[in-house]
């Protein structure tokens, strides 16, 4: 069986070997990002917010886009390599921008590095998964409310924590909190509520990660004459909610059945899946774009 591969500026590279310096600045300093993306039947659903949400981080850390390399360009990149790992009919991409060695003053070059790697993905669900999900909130750590904490940097160290404790816990998934003690996000997800027949989700300035499913749901919710409100969530707006989901582009919509000892059902989240997730995954591209 073949093994995977890897991109690093457009070459492949068997995995495991060593091909990071130990004086990179994301391994110094956290100094990079990442980007996470799901291929399904040889296309990248909302590839067009991916590649804006690129931009936009690479111009909030003083980056570039690497010479002979633009969106389209790494597109095809992402496509070659997940064909040639056998990933292209479903997998999760990640894609990683770093900057080259230097120290804390001093770095060599604003253009970055960039790697592409890639997984076989989650089966492919035609609707929500039955079991609903049972969290916790992550009592230890607090995300900062900057300009870069709606990025998803290097510097990942709450969620990796708050990861690490919901399987302590044996959670399926952990929130994390903001400075301000509201709710931020999970882990590897963006958070919403129903109350009233009413979908809220906590706003950019609270922390939270600039999710590609957020925002894309949150347009179609609009456009659907849903009522969406972006508000700060504390945690007792949780135990009164009537229902919790959480969104990526991975696992699309994943409802919540249990938070502390607080019970929700997942009748909306399953209609969400249906309406927005599936036609994502199961339409041809050429019909969503």
């Known amino acids: ?20 310096d130990p004086d990179n600045r994301t391994f110094r300093y956290g100094d990079g990002f990442f980007e996470t993306l799901k291929l399904v039947k040889g296309h990248i659903p909302l590839f067009p917010l991916h590649s804006q949400r690129l931009q936009e981080t ?49 770095e060599e070059s604003s253009t970055p590095h960039w790697l592409i790697q890639t997984w076989k993905g989650p089966e ?15 009592p230890t750590a607090r995300k900062s409310t900057d300009i870069f904490s709606s990025l998803k940097t290097a510097q990942f160290l709450p969620y990796a924590m708050a990861a690490r404790w919901a399987r302590e816990n044996q959670f399926n998934d952990a929130l994390v909190l903001n400075t301000h003690n509201r709710i931020a996000d999970s882990t590897i997800s963006n958070i919403f509520i129903v109350k009233n027949n009413q979908i809220f989700t906590p706003p950019i300035s609270e922390g939270v990660i600039n999710g590609v499913l957020r925002k894309y749901l949150i347009n179609q919710l609009q456009n659907d004459n849903y009522a969406i409100i972006e508000q700060p969530v504390t945690p007792e707006a949780l135990y009164a909610a009537d229902e919790i989901f959480l969104t990526n582009v991975i696992s699309g919509i994943r409802w919540v059945k249990q938070l502390e000892n607080h019970a929700y059902t997942g009748m909306l989240a399953s209609k969400l899946y249906s309406d927005y997730i599936v036609p994502l995954w199961f339409t041809d591209e050429k019909q969503i774009y």
């Open 1 to 20: 069986m073949q093994s995977d591969h890897l991109l690093l500026d457009g070459k492949k590279y068997a995995t495991g070997l060593p091909l990071i």
């Open 124 to 138: 492919l669900r035609t609707h929500i998964q039955t079991n609903g999900l049972d969290i916790g909130i992550y």
């Open 58 to 106: 690479l111009e909030l850390l003083k980056m570039q886009w690497p010479p002979h390399l633009d969106a389209n360009k790494l597109y095809q990149q992402i496509l070659q390599l997940a064909e040639f790992n056998g990933h292209l009919s479903n997998s999760r991409i990640r894609l990683t921008f770093f900057r080259d060695s230097g120290g804390l003053y001093d």
